[in-house]
Nanobody, 123 residues
């Protein structure tokens, strides 16, 4: 069992930045893909970014160039640095861990989920 705890969300104006953190408790992300998803009320969770156990990163087109996912192995933490935020980035952000190293845009293949952290971007 791996527990994921997100933090770093908040309310910012368009153009601002936030850094989300995801701490892994009870296990590591070694050899596993960690993803970030965003969800707004009434809609399914949308994939935002992912990093595999080898450090290879993946981003959805709408955030490329604005978002960077990174790892601090000493802290067992993954980060999602978001810059030039837009109102459409608003939502609850979840980090999630798959038991394999294969990253996917499908939420159903991920096993462990955090409780999420809210990001609100105003225009």
């Amino acid at each position: 069992q791996v527990d994921l705890v997100e933090s770093g969300g908040g309310s910012v104006q368009a153009g601002g930045s936030l850094r989300l953190s995801c701490v892994l408790y009870g296990g590591s992300g070694d050899g596993r893909c960690l993803g970030w998803f965003r969800q707004v009320p009434g809609k399914e969770r949308d994939w935002v970014a992912a990093i595999d156990g080898d450090g290879l990163t993946h981003y959805t087109d709408s955030v490329k160039g604005r978002v960077t996912i990174s790892t601090d192995n000493a802290k067992n933490t993954r980060y999602l640095q978001m810059n030039s935020l837009k109102p459409e980035d608003t939502g609850r952000y979840y980090c999630t861990l798959r038991v394999t190293n294969d990253c996917s845009i499908r939420a159903a293949v991920y096993t462990y989920w955090g409780q999420g952290t809210q990001v609100t971007v105003s225009s």
